[in-house]
């Protein structure tokens, strides 16, 4: 079993608390003081998890550079005061970032019970190939 450092569970629960608030801000119609406190707390939970060295060489890639800058734009231009603006901004970036990881996780949840049959059907399996992923993958 993988050994948990005190660190990287205080960075889930700020990561946690980061999507809650994002969340939230997003169901109160882009409140801009509860998307800026998702935001931080989700960046310093990541932070914590993976560690800061290993964040830094994520997000600064040279071939993920469009997503990094969409992606922390998006965070600049919410904390300016424009939320909706920032937040398509940073969905951008975010999937831009992450594509590369939501196969993977499909894979993952079509090997879970009940979602693995939601996931399964026709209709869902055509969505996930118009959007680039592969449900049927085998790495986890």
């Known amino acids: 079993m993988i050994e948990i ?3 990287q569970k205080i960075g889930i629960g700020l990561a946690g608390f980061g ?3 994002l969340f939230l801000g997003v169901l109160f119609l882009f409140d801009k003081g509860l998307l800026a406190i998702g935001n ?6 990541l932070g914590c998890v993976t560690g800061l060295e290993r964040t830094f060489r994520f997000f600064f890639q040279r071939h ?3 997503g990094t800058s969409a992606f922390f734009g998006g965070i600049l231009v919410v904390l300016m005061g424009y939320p909706l603006i920032g937040m398509i901004i940073e969905s951008y970036g975010f999937f831009a970032l992450f594509s590369g ?3 993977v996780a499909i894979g ?6 009940i979602l693995g049959s939601l996931i399964n059907r026709p209709f869902m399996q055509r969505l996930i190939q118009k959007l680039g992923g592969d449900a049927n993958r ?3």
Do not use: A, Q
């Open 138 to 140: 085998t790495t986890v």
């Open 5 to 7: 450092t005190d660190l």
């Open 64 to 66: 993920k550079f469009k």
């Open 19 to 21: 999507v809650s608030f």
């Open 101 to 103: 990881f939501f196969p």
């Open 108 to 113: 993952f949840l079509s090997r879970v019970p």
């Open 40 to 45: 931080i707390l989700f960046l310093s939970g």
